[in-house]
């Protein structure tokens, strides 16, 4: 049955309740997302009846706790249409990922005078990894430019990406700008040149349906939180062929097929990777979350949301100086829509949106190049997601203006 987005609301019952004697309106969802009944439901049930640790035991809580653990590898496999669950990684999260991917296959592959290219709009986890992996190896670090719209500037990525290049590493969607990166495209640049092509789906797994095979990714990372799912469970795709060449991050319980005094050996995929016990009530929780939005269905979330933004980013762009990054096209920009009030910092104007009740994001959101690109310290970041509302969207309009009127006049 396809949920209905109307009466969605009274399945987050964080959403009912008041801040500062004000409705709550939540628009901080990129930087993580509000949690079902069902999934809170599904973690009370995994700790009250079937926890146990897995793979290890034959008795039946172990067996169920297996049972329902891998189950949900194989629910991320399909719902990115991975091919094989296999292919599916659990980590700690996008940050993780991406660090695995620059520990495990950059440091075996990357060589002195060898290119990485990335953007200027990457978050910090898409950028860091790289930047220390490229000073570690004496690699040359490329950055691929922006249009004036804050969309990436394909010219200069077919210019930045040579036969020099090894790794090409992106954000799917951007968390500042809003825009949507044509990863494929991209992919199909770097494979000419030789190269592997890393997609970044911290933001756009939670709002669009995604397939890693039609995309041509070779790793793509995402995290549970952001789409409804738990903290600290992520995860990690990558090509078949990939993962098996590449050696373990991390050693020890787990991910051992036999272990002698002066050598080891390492399962198969995926199991090689994850040492230690696992996140397991995260990724059962991660299960649940995608469950829940296979019910709703992801081309009803990116339409839903597509609908807020071509309603609000108007009536935002009327506010004199209300500043919005990113394009002015409706029709190419997310939810993630980032703005400064000429004249007043970002942090006083998140902490008055928050005296109205609206919560947004303020500062450089893990992206301080893009800041210096954007010639600004930081911005304010509104978020919309599927439970949100043109209501809520008229509730940050009102409450902007309100900031305004109060800063410039000292009433409201």
Avoid at 114 to 127: G, P, R, T
Avoid at 222 to 239: A, E, N, Q, R
Wanted: one cysteine or more.
């Amino acid at each position: 049955m396809v949920k209905q987005l109307k009466t969605i609301k009274a399945d987050f019952p964080i959403l009912d309740q008041k801040v500062n004697d004000e409705q709550l309106v939540y628009l901080d969802n990129a930087a993580t997302t509000q949690k079902p009944k069902a999934v809170v439901e599904a973690l009370d049930h995994y700790y009250y009846h079937d926890n146990a640790n897995v793979h290890r035991g034959v008795h039946t809580l172990a067996e169920r706790a297996t049972e329902q653990f891998e189950a949900a590898r194989q629910k991320v496999a399909d719902f990115i249409n991975a091919g094989d669950k296999k292919n599916i990684l659990f980590t700690r999260g996008t940050t993780q990922s991406l660090n695995w991917i620059a520990a495990s296959y950059g440091e075996a592959t990357i060589h002195e005078g060898d290119e990485i290219v990335i953007s200027y709009m990457e978050h910090h986890s898409n950028l860091v990894p790289w930047q220390q992996l490229a000073l570690r190896k004496k690699a040359v670090l490329k950055y691929i430019g922006m249009n004036e719209d804050g969309t990436l500037d394909m010219a200069d990525a077919k210019k930045q990406i040579t036969d020099k290049t090894k790794i090409v590493s992106i954000a799917h969607v951007s968390n500042v700008l809003g825009v949507v990166n044509p990863i494929k495209q991209l992919a199909s640049i770097a494979h000419q040149h030789g190269a592997i092509m890393v997609g970044d789906g911290a933001q756009s797994v939670p709002h669009m349906p995604i397939d890693v095979q039609d995309l041509d990714v070779d790793f793509y990372a995402f995290s549970g939180h952001k789409m409804l799912g738990p903290t600290g469970i992520g995860v990690l795709y990558g090509k078949t062929s990939l993962l098996e060449a590449m050696p373990p991050i991390e050693f020890g319980g787990e991910m051992i097929d036999f272990v002698d005094l002066y050598e080891s050996s390492w399962k198969e995929l995926p199991w090689k990777f994850e040492a230690g016990t696992p996140d397991i009530s995260g990724a059962i929780g991660l299960g649940a979350a995608i469950d829940y939005l296979s019910e709703i269905g992801m081309d009803q979330i990116e339409k839903h949301e597509q609908d807020i933004v071509n309603y609000v980013l108007p009536k935002l762009l009327a506010i004199d100086d209300l500043e919005i990054y990113g394009p002015k096209d409706p029709s190419k920009h997310t939810g993630v829509i980032a703005f400064n009030l000429k004249g007043l910092h970002p942090h006083d104007l998140a902490t008055a949106l928050d005296m109205e009740g609206v919560a947004v994001r303020a500062g450089h959101h893990c992206a301080q190049p893009l800041m210096k690109y954007l010639n600004v310290p930081a911005t304010a970041r509104a978020s919309f997601y599927f439970y949100n509302d043109s209501n809520d969207a008229d509730r940050l309009v009102d409450a902007i203006l309100a900031a305004k009127e109060f800063f410039k006049h000292g009433t409201v």
